[in-house]
């Protein structure tokens, strides 16, 4: 599944630019708070008018603090999946329920530098784990690839039935890395302006979707 982050898109043309990833299959988007990581984007309203015109379902990575009070509201619009950071949790099994509660799935979003292991107890209260393979913040950052141990464990995790769960990466995909991401076990993949600074968002679209599902094919079964 292919995820064109919003962060890279116009955004003063942001109803535009939706249509633009109508070949995608979830539109990402980055609701920072300025406070949890040090930078500022959309909130609810904003968030909002999106989802009345984006032609594909909105994945809506909250980084933010206090996201048991926010994250149900992003759910409620009509997001299909809401994910909140396992570092700004104070109890993410009930966060959790409350997305899922108010009408999406609910996802749990690691920092690079947080370990899997510390959250195993509470994974299968979520729907979709987030690996961060950049530190959260900023779009155009390059592929930390050290991450990808943690998407391979959570792989098998998945494969072994331990684990009933999407694994999607952010930051840094793109043509030369998308292999590396599917083949470590990602099956969801937030690309930025690997999408949006293609002259073709369409065919760019497709491409990464072809490299992933070829790196797929060659991991074990």
Same mark, same amino acid.
């Given at each position: 599944?292919?995820? *064109?982050?919003?962060? @890279?898109?116009?955004? =003063?043309?942001?109803?535009?630019? !939706?249509?633009?990833?109508?070949?995608?299959?979830?539109?990402?988007?980055?609701?920072?708070?300025?406070?949890?990581? *040090?930078?500022?984007?959309?909130? /609810?309203?904003?968030?909002?008018?999106?989802?009345?015109?984006?032609?594909? +379902?909105?994945?809506?990575?909250?980084? &933010?603090?206090?996201?048991? /009070?926010?994250?149900?509201?992003?759910?409620?619009?009509?997001?299909?999946?809401?994910?909140?950071? #396992?570092?700004?949790?104070?109890?993410?099994?009930?966060?959790?329920?409350?997305?899922?509660?108010? $009408?999406?799935?609910?996802?749990?979003?690691?920092?690079?530098?947080? +370990?899997?292991?510390?959250?195993?107890?509470?994974? +299968?209260?979520?729907? !979709?784990?987030?690996?961060? !393979?950049?530190? +959260?913040?900023?779009?155009?950052?390059?592929?930390?690839?050290?991450?990808?141990?943690?998407?391979?464990?959570?792989?098998?995790?998945?494969? @072994? $039935?331990?684990?009933?769960?999407?694994?999607?990466?952010?930051?840094?995909?793109?043509?030369?890395?998308?292999?590396?991401? #599917?083949?470590? $076990?990602?099956?969801?993949?937030?690309?930025? @302006?690997?999408?949006?600074?293609?002259?073709? *968002? =369409? =065919?760019? &679209?497709?491409?990464?979707?072809? /490299?992933?599902?070829?790196?797929?094919?060659?991991?074990?079964?």
């Amino acid at each position: 599944m292919i995820a *064109p982050s919003l962060l @890279s898109a116009d955004f =003063a043309r942001l109803a535009d630019e !939706t249509a633009r990833i109508a070949d995608a299959d979830w539109l990402h988007v980055d609701v920072m708070d300025a406070h949890f990581v *040090p930078n500022l984007t959309l909130g /609810r309203p904003v968030v909002e008018a999106i989802a009345r015109v984006s032609p594909v +379902p909105l994945d809506c990575h909250l980084m &933010i603090e206090d996201p048991e /009070r926010w994250a149900p509201g992003y759910a409620e619009l009509g997001a299909r999946n809401v994910t909140v950071h #396992a570092e700004a949790c104070t109890d993410p099994p009930a966060v959790a329920r409350d997305i899922r509660a108010a $009408g999406a799935l609910a996802g749990l979003a690691l920092k690079p530098g947080t +370990p899997l292991e510390a959250y195993l107890d509470v994974l +299968p209260d979520f729907d !979709t784990l987030l690996v961060m !393979t950049v530190e +959260p913040g900023f779009g155009g950052q390059a592929f930390m690839a050290k991450v990808l141990p943690k998407v391979r464990e959570a792989r098998r995790l998945v494969d @072994s $039935g331990h684990l009933a769960l999407f694994l999607e990466v952010d930051g840094g995909i793109n043509a030369d890395t998308i292999e590396q991401a #599917a083949d470590a $076990g990602a099956d969801v993949f937030v690309a930025g @302006s690997a999408v949006y600074g293609a002259a073709d *968002p =369409a =065919a760019a &679209i497709a491409a990464l979707r072809a /490299r992933a599902r070829t790196a797929t094919g060659r991991r074990p079964a």
